[in-house]
């Protein structure tokens, strides 16, 4: 590891601009972001439009013949060296996270820290060839090869770790990569681009910023190779059209609507404690975050009251409360579409057991909203059917195995699932039984740079993360060796 003296310091307060080439680029147009937990507006940014695209695609494609040839080593030597930079710069950009993201010290912190680790990590991963036949009269080999211009599609619910989590193993396989963030939260990517021109070859690694048009001028791009997407599974619908017409490789990582079952042999107290937070961290916007909660019918009420009390723990506040665990929603355009589902309570008489419909506008600013339990509403409710992606969830209790399995697999949604069991093999085989991409018996938060993650039916296509989501990089080669004529 470098030491902090060794990398330049970035200023994190101004002077957000594009990086292109290893340099900085304005446009002549500009936009800014919001603050979510005080709605004043942040700096500007750029506002890329289509020559911004044509520069960066084409630096990166005239990039890519001479990052490939190096050694995997080589290129994860940068990969090293860029998390050395990236740690030297940490607090600068948790402060920028807090801000543009509305996330509390303790949830912007852990992000940075679980990205920086997961840029070290995946420097480590190696794809080596497959031999699958040697004989004395040929021999098969399946290679792994980059693909050439790498684009990485950005939501802003963790802007950092999933714009990281792309880049790394995009490069280390030898492509060259340009990040897209979100429109609501593009100043950290922005300052790692920065922070990223210092360190890798011009046009390995670029960051452009701009407002809903950018993304679709990737997708069409016939330079682009490949397309990796994190978002939600409507706008994954659109990416996966319009990387058809030039055929583009995609990964979609999308929505979710976890389901958690809980069975009645389960320590209730130690139980609500690991369940709260993962039921409302980050406010709900998380694709991984427990959506549907599943509890035996036989610990129920028990089970609800402990897990109100968790829920009423959590102090909600803006990024500048150190004690505050919940903050605001992100952007005014969920807070109203999380409004909404909020506004069906009092329609759909809907049993509250914490929280409620948010009291009439006071002149507070912020997209703050109370967080949430409706107690047992009917399957076909909004609240169970659609992802909230905000701090509102629903209980529900279930009795029989098979019955809940059903339930739990009824919807498009695929991205993870939990069993929670005193019983591990019971809960194995149950989680067994659960369509999602990742499964979890007594946790719902394992995470790893070892391990891939994704999604089943509308929630993905394709992983990312470890030796699987490093392949996705790559275009797979079949080589045939002939040894006699
Ligand atoms: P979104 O789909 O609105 O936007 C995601 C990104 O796509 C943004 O950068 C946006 O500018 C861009 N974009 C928008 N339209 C585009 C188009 N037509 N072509 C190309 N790009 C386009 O999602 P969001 O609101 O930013 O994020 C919330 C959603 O992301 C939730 O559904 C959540 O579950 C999901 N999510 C999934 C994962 C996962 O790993 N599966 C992780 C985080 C978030």
């Not at 009269?137 to 939501?155: F, S």
């Not at 209730?268 to 937070?277: E, L, N, S, Y």
């Not at 991984?288 to 019918?297: A, F, G, N």
Request: hydrophobic letters at 40%; aromatic letters at 10%; one cysteine or more.
């Amino acid at each position: 590891m470098g030491s902090a003296a060794d990398f330049p310091k970035i200023d994190f307060t101004s002077n957000f601009q594009n990086i292109i080439n290893n340099a900085l680029s304005s446009t002549p147009e500009t936009r800014q972001a919001v603050d979510p937990s005080t709605e004043e507006l942040l700096y500007h940014v750029p506002l890329s439009k289509q020559a911004d695209v044509d520069k960066a695609v084409s630096v990166a494609k005239a990039a890519f013949p001479a990052w490939k040839a190096l050694s995997y080593d080589e290129r994860a030597g940068y990969l090293g060296r860029y998390a050395d930079a990236i740690e030297a710069n940490v607090s600068g950009l948790q402060e920028l996270l807090m801000k543009e993201a509305g996330k509390p010290v303790s949830n912007a912190a852990g992000e940075l820290q679980f990205a920086i680790a997961h840029v070290r990590e995946t420097a480590k991963l190696r794809i080596e060839d497959d031999l699958i036949e040697d004989t004395e009269e040929r021999r098969a080999t399946v290679r792994y090869l980059p693909m050439g211009v790498g684009v990485g599609i950005i939501p802003w619910n963790y802007p950092v770790l999933l714009g990281l989590g792309k880049l790394g193993p995009a490069v280390l396989a030898g492509n060259t990569f340009i990040w897209k963030p979100s429109p609501f939260s593009p100043y950290t990517a922005l300052k790692l681009g920065e922070i990223a021109a210092q360190i890798f070859p011009p046009g390995v690694v670029q960051v452009l910023s701009g407002d809903e048009s950018l993304g679709p001028l990737f997708t069409a791009h016939p330079d682009v190779a490949k397309i990796s997407f994190t978002g939600s599974s409507a706008t994954g619908k659109k990416v996966m059209q319009a990387c058809a017409s030039t055929l583009k490789r995609l990964t979609l990582e999308l929505g979710g609507n976890d389901a958690s079952i809980i069975y009645d042999d389960v320590d209730v107290a130690q139980v609500v404690q690991k369940i709260g937070p993962m039921a409302f961290m980050h406010s709900g916007q998380i694709c991984m975050d427990i959506k549907r909660l599943y509890v035996h019918e036989k610990i129920y009420d028990e089970f609800l009251a402990a897990f109100v009390q968790v829920v009423k723990s959590f102090k909600v506040g803006g990024g500048g409360d150190p004690e505050a665990f919940l903050g605001p929603v992100q952007n005014r355009m969920q807070f109203e579409k999380v409004k909404d589902l909020y506004s069906e309570i009092g329609k759909q008489k809907w049993q509250v057991a914490t929280g409620g419909e948010p009291v009439a506008y006071d002149g507070k600013k912020g997209f703050f909203l109370p967080p949430t339990i409706i107690d047992n509403p009917p399957d076909d409710s909004r609240i169970v059917v659609e992802e909230p992606f905000g701090p509102i969830m629903p209980v529900l209790k279930w009795s029989d195995e098979d019955e809940v399995v059903r339930r739990a697999n009824n919807t498009n949604m695929g991205l993870g699932a939990s069993v929670w069991s005193n019983d591990i093999e019971k809960a194995e085989r149950l989680a067994r039984r659960l369509e999602a991409g990742s499964t979890w018996v007594n946790s719902h938060f394992e995470l790893s740079p070892y391990v891939p993650f994704g999604g089943h039916k509308w929630s993905g296509v394709g992983m990312d993360w470890g030796i699987v989501g490093l392949k996705g990089w790559c275009n797979t080669q079949a080589s045939w060796v002939r040894k006699k004529f």
